[in-house]
């Protein structure tokens, strides 16, 4: 069974549950700049979470490309990757535990045909006032004693740090307004030996490779509000389960590079390299860092040094790195294997090949002339400080080139936490790179200067938040309406070729940036203003209506009309002003917003600018 093989059966089995296959969204969200990739398939489906109706009904069932920039660093073990497919069911108001985790084993044991015996399951314990989630556990206690298995050795419980999903993670780190719940997940025992560095004894959540998690269904039933939980107007399933995962485990694999899908690369790699991957497990990063490249290069971004440019970069730059480690540069014929393995699904990967190793290539020259550059600044700079020999950020403690300086210098070279910056920031060398070459700096100072940059281009799936606001505040709820406002202003005002490029919305200010190629004079902003409170004076009335797309163009609703909403899409009026394709959620009156100013505008590119603005 392959890996699009099981990608098939999923959809028909949940078509077959009455489901409607929703469409895989981008990679890089589209128009929502509130989070730099789509890291599982219900980020999308947020609003619908919080109770929008969804044009495509309660039932939803998907396949979803996922990136994970906060599992960079865990990419090197049997199991994790920063790219992966998520098979997603939904969901919204309708079914709940009695049918979704009788339907997930179904699928397990009879489509996929795992024996029983693999499997292992976990439950929430509780916490503060939610309760003990014993509802699954009595589901659970019949599935097992019906195949003859000891429930209580099948069935795990632990608490909000295992299972309690959010996208923020634990419920304390739950913005206002974010939605969340308990989960129940399934885990394969690969039946390896417990490795005792791991802890005493073995658990379905030990880290030691015997067990890996399959599916997790989420009890998505609560939203954060004033600091507490309160129940959503519905109780919903949100169901993720990695693709290369379940394939890992029909194959009974514990290793996920040995898959049919991901060995075909590793073997790459390996003739390549003229390594054995059995001895280098660099090949495993090199195999995540390049596939996970490929799938964003196609979504159309470009190595940079901001969001998701800057993570395309890293992932570039480390996959390059530890392919030199091992001995080799020709990155081409890997591409064309990951390319060739994940033709089945994503026919876009051959589609853009050319565009792709065409990145790629330039990437790694640029990279190579860029550390030549840092070379050359150390040099001139610290003539004392050896050869300057850069290392690569695949040796993060030294590796051997860094020592092999470090021996030559007969000591340490004290340099400016300036200069370390500017070796960071304008030359791309990590910090380990930098000491790796001998070369010390005042630690805190340094830390305080990458501080800023980091906040602006660290990826974002722990601190963004998707669905056009950071967060769901009655604050950010307030910005989000009048970024619409906003919206029809800037088109009365300098045209109608004006439209919204992005948004950021937060409890503290609204960022809104559209496509203009002039700053907008003293004039125009304050004209702007005036419009928008004009409006907010009004109190007009905020509704949306489920309209078919063609009647939408018709009435000259703006947004972005994606292809994914075929049949309807969802429109918010303001009174008579304002009609534009949008998930929500929205004030009732523009009379809640009270005031809006404009705090700043700027220029963010050729023909783009931004705007700041507070309302309340
Ligand atoms: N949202 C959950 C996850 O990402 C289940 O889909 O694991």
Known sequence: MTASDILQRYISFFENKEHVRIPNSSLVPQNDPTTLFTSSGMQPLVPYLLGEPHPSGK??????????????????????????RMLGNWSLGDYFKAEQIPWFWEFLTSELKLPAQKLYVSVFNGFNDIEKDTESEQIWKKIFEDVGLDARERIHFYGVDKNWWSRAGLPQDMPEGEPGGPDTEVFFDFGTTHD???????????????????????????IKRNGAFQELPNRNVDFGGGLERLLAVVENQNDIFETSL?????????????????????????????????????????????????????????????????????????????ASQYKDTDEKLKEKFEKIKGVVLEEQQGYKETQERAKAFIQKKYPSAGSGQVPSTASSKGGQAGQAIGDELMGVTKISAEDAFVLYSTHGLSPAQIKSLGLVFNNQEFARKIQEHQQISRAGATQKFAGGLADHSQKSILGHTATHLLHQALRDILGDKVHQTGSNITSERLRFDFNYDKPLTDDEIKKLEDTVNEKIKENLHVHFEMIPLKKALAIGAIGLFDKKYQ??????????????FCGGPHV?????????NIIKQESIGQGLRRIYAQVG
């Open 262 to 338: 991901l060995s075909p690369v590793i073997k790459e790699v390996e003739k390549t390299t003229g390594q054995s991957y059995a001895e280098n497990k660099k090949m495993r990063i090199i195999t995540d860092h390049f596939v996970a490249s490929s799938f964003i290069i196609a979504n159309d971004v470009e190595p940079s040094n901001k969001e998701q440019g800057y993570i395309l970069r890293r992932l570039l730059r480390r996959g390059i790195d530890n392919l030199s480690e091992i001995g080799a540069s020709d990155v081409t014929p890997i591409l064309e294997s990951i």
């Open 59 to 84: 039932r939803l069932v998907n396949v979803q490309n996922c990136f994970r920039a906060k599992d960079i660093d865990e990419v090197g073990d049997n199991r994790h990757t920063t790219f992966f």
């Open 567 to 580: 049949e309807e899409v969802k429109v918010y009026f303001i009174g008579e002003y304002s009609k534009e």
């Open 588 to 596: 009732n009156f523009t009379g809640e917003i009270k005031r809006f």
């Open 196 to 222: 005792k560095k791991f802890g005493e004894s073995c658990n379905p959540n030990c880290q030691c490779g015997r067990f890996l998690e399959i599916g997790n269904s989420v009890f998505m039933q609560y």
